[in-house]
């Protein structure tokens, strides 16, 4: 309970609630009762009790005589002497924690029981950067020591194959379970369509073992040692699960290993399974259409069958037009045509012309170099020794460009199979946000243990980012992930000791109104 003030008899009291919650009230003792002026709300993390205190506190002052002096006199002495002996390690940025942290709770990853997983995710999405910036940041913000060997043994135990052999929680399976049960409840109780995609990421390091391989590189960066991250996500973006491949492999072969592992641990049945060109190929369409599958997959119109590719042309597509082509494997091939894409299109095809022709000006092409291979396929001999370009090649691909296809088995309506399609953008996303928000790569950890954990710790970090957008656009914020991270670094909690009692407390120093509305947003509105 508070001590009234003497002028107006108000103060600011605690009242523990039967939930087990803390509520914070303004109650008046003036008239020798006790009655509520005002209910500031309820919370149960103490930082929080003492931001609605402070509340309260500055309600008091605002109400009470400010004729009047309310605190007798000498109170500027004892305010200075204070502050005056007031440190910086007094300060710490609470922020992170406010934000990023209550979203961890509200997720569930609060589950996961390590106090070093929480840290590693937060920094991950506050000031994301090599493990030694996060023991230096952890140090000086939060108080909390590690050493660099306490995070590579935290990070060795992430391993789910580690764990399962030594009876250690699997903590990369209960992410992936919290992290599902989260997109179910985002997307109404029910998984109905699946987004899966791979992208590579690169290593510093140049030597290469059983799991960094040098392939090619989604990243442009062919001569750094690679894996393959494959992810697989609902609508919205949404993540469901995700898994490491060798550097080397060819991304085709491991969408029916991935997409059946998933769906056995989490029992989302047979969604609608959507994927781009790179994973279209006989062997896929079979095994998706033996498991009871519908898929809708990007298709590569030019490099179909013949006759696929006569039935196509003959259409004569123009601008928004959409037709469907029945292939020979009993799907059917959803064919469009934009002047937007032709533009594009066109405008690629003529850049890669441009740097076939200075480098063939150059001397630097050899037969080598003819295959079909990007625009290496518009190369060809002369006789012997001579190597030219083929522009009559060249000439007929434009009748292709700004035609797009979709092969699917669906019965859905061609219209929603593009927009389905165009859906994958999302799991993009979800790669770009990952590679430059939270710098998943360069990667610089060697052991796949490690390499493992660095990948569940962004993947966690990556949820709670969409969570923040969510609210942010559910609350019409002007407030973007950028901004919302620069704003945490600027929001702070004093700890001080009282000079007449001797009691060591801690609250959050007042925000600004940027600071309040994300606050807000992330602590109230959530529950909406």
Same mark, same amino acid.
């Given at each position: 309970?508070?001590?009234?003030?003497?002028?107006?008899?108000? *103060?600011?009291?605690?009242?523990?609630?039967?939930?087990?919650?803390?509520?914070?009230?303004?109650?008046?003792?003036?008239?020798?009762?006790?009655?509520?002026?005002?209910s500031l709300g309820a919370a149960s993390e103490e930082w929080e009790i003492q931001r609605l205190e402070a509340r309260g506190r500055q309600y008091v002052k605002e109400h009470s005589h400010p004729e009047l002096p309310l605190f007798g006199q000498g109170i500027d002495d004892r305010l200075e002497e204070l502050v005056s002996g007031l440190g910086?390690?007094?300060?710490?940025?609470? /922020?992170?924690?406010?934000?990023?942290?209550?979203?961890?709770?509200?997720?569930?990853?609060?589950?996961?029981?390590?106090?070093? #997983?929480?840290?590693?995710?937060?920094?991950?999405?506050?000031?994301?950067?090599?493990?030694?910036?996060?023991?230096?940041?952890?140090? +000086?913000?939060? &108080?909390?020591?590690?050493?660099?060997?306490?995070?590579?043994? #935290? !990070?060795?135990?992430?391993?789910?194959?580690?764990?399962?052999?030594? &009876?250690?929680?699997?903590?990369?399976?209960?992410?992936?379970?919290?992290? #599902?049960?989260?997109?179910?409840?985002?997307?109404g109780g029910r998984v109905e369509v699946v987004f899966y995609d791979m992208t590579t990421l690169y290593f510093e390091a140049s030597d290469e073992d059983d799991l960094r391989k040098c392939g090619f590189s989604k990243d442009g960066r062919h001569g750094n040692p690679q894996i393959f991250l494959g992810l697989l996500v609902a609508a919205g973006?949404?993540?469901? &699960?995700?898994?490491?491949?060798?550097?080397?492999? #060819?991304?085709?072969?491991? =969408?029916?290993?991935?997409?059946?592992?998933?769906?056995?641990? *989490?029992?989302?049945?047979?969604?609608?399974?959507?994927?781009?060109?790179?994973?279209?190929?006989?062997?896929?369409?079979?095994? !998706?259409?033996?498991?009871?599958?519908?898929?809708?997959?990007? @298709?590569?119109?030019?490099?179909? /069958?013949? @006759?696929?590719?006569?039935?196509?042309?003959?259409?004569?597509?123009?601008?928004?037009?959409?037709?469907?082509?029945?292939?020979?494997? /009993?799907?059917?091939?959803?064919?469009?045509?934009?002047?937007?894409?032709?533009?594009?299109?066109?405008?690629?095809?003529?850049? &890669?012309?441009? $740097?076939?022709?200075? $480098?063939?000006?150059?001397?630097?092409?050899?037969? %080598?170099?003819?295959?079909?291979?990007?625009?290496?396929?518009? !190369?060809?001999?002369?006789?012997?020794?001579?190597?030219?370009?083929?522009?009559?090649?060249?000439?007929?691909?434009? %009748?292709?460009?700004?035609?797009?296809?979709?092969?699917?088995?669906?019965?859905?309506?061609?219209?929603?199979?593009?927009? +389905?399609?165009?859906?994958?953008?999302?799991?993009?996303?979800?790669?770009?946000?990952?590679?430059?928000?939270?710098?998943?790569?360069?990667?610089?950890?060697?052991?796949?243990?490690?390499?493992? /954990?660095?990948?569940?710790?962004?993947?966690?970090?990556?949820?709670?980012?969409?969570? =923040?957008?969510?609210?942010?656009? %559910?609350?019409?914020?002007?407030?973007?992930?950028?901004?919302?991270?620069?704003?945490?670094?600027?929001?702070?909690?004093?700890?001080?000791?009282?000079?007449?009692?001797?009691?060591?407390?801690?609250?959050?120093?007042?925000?600004?109104?940027?600071?309040?509305? !994300?606050?807000?947003?992330?602590?109230?509105?959530?529950?909406?």
């Open positions: 309970m508070g001590v009234p003030c003497y002028l107006c008899g108000m *103060f600011v009291r605690r009242k523990v609630n039967k939930s087990g919650s803390t509520s914070v009230q303004v109650v008046d003792k003036s008239g020798g009762g006790y009655r509520v002026v005002c910086n390690s007094q300060v710490q940025v609470i /922020g992170p924690e406010v934000i990023y942290g209550k979203l961890y709770d509200e997720i569930g990853y609060g589950a996961v029981g390590s106090r070093m #997983f929480r840290h590693l995710v937060v920094c991950r999405l506050f000031n994301p950067g090599s493990k030694l910036k996060t023991i230096d940041y952890l140090a +000086r913000y939060l &108080g909390e020591s590690y050493s660099p060997d306490q995070i590579y043994r #935290f !990070l060795d135990s992430l391993c789910h194959r580690k764990g399962k052999a030594s &009876g250690e929680p699997d903590i990369k399976s209960l992410v992936e379970r919290i992290s #599902f049960e989260k997109t179910k409840r985002e997307c973006g949404n993540p469901i &699960g995700y898994d490491i491949y060798e550097g080397n492999i #060819f991304e085709g072969h491991t =969408l029916m290993e991935f997409i059946g592992r998933m769906s056995a641990k *989490f029992g989302f049945g047979k969604p609608i399974v959507v994927a781009d060109a790179g994973l279209l190929s006989k062997r896929n369409i079979a095994g !998706l259409k033996e498991e009871g599958y519908e898929f809708i997959v990007g @298709a590569r119109p030019r490099n179909d /069958g013949e @006759a696929v590719k006569k039935a196509i042309l003959d259409l004569g597509l123009k601008d928004g037009d959409v037709r469907v082509i029945d292939r020979p494997d /009993g799907t059917r091939m959803v064919v469009s045509k934009t002047e937007s894409r032709t533009a594009k299109d066109k405008k690629t095809r003529q850049r &890669g012309l441009d $740097r076939l022709e200075k $480098r063939l000006g150059s001397g630097r092409l050899t037969k %080598a170099n003819i295959n079909n291979k990007g625009y290496n396929k518009y !190369l060809k001999m002369e006789g012997d020794v001579k190597i030219s370009i083929d522009y009559d090649r060249f000439g007929a691909d434009e %009748a292709w460009d700004g035609i797009k296809g979709y092969v699917t088995n669906t019965s859905l309506p061609n219209d929603e199979v593009i927009a +389905r399609y165009s859906d994958l953008w999302r799991i993009e996303r979800a790669f770009r946000m990952n590679k430059t928000d939270l710098q998943v790569r360069p990667i610089f950890h060697r052991l796949r243990n490690r390499i493992e /954990g660095h990948i569940c710790i962004c993947f966690t970090a990556y949820t709670i980012m969409l969570e =923040l957008e969510r609210l942010l656009k %559910a609350s019409k914020s002007a407030i973007t992930l950028a901004r919302a991270q620069q704003i945490t670094r600027s929001m702070y909690q004093l700890t001080y000791v009282l000079p007449q009692s001797g009691y060591t407390k801690t609250t959050l120093l007042r925000m600004d109104e940027e600071q309040q509305e !994300l606050y807000d947003i992330v602590t109230y509105r959530h529950k909406s």
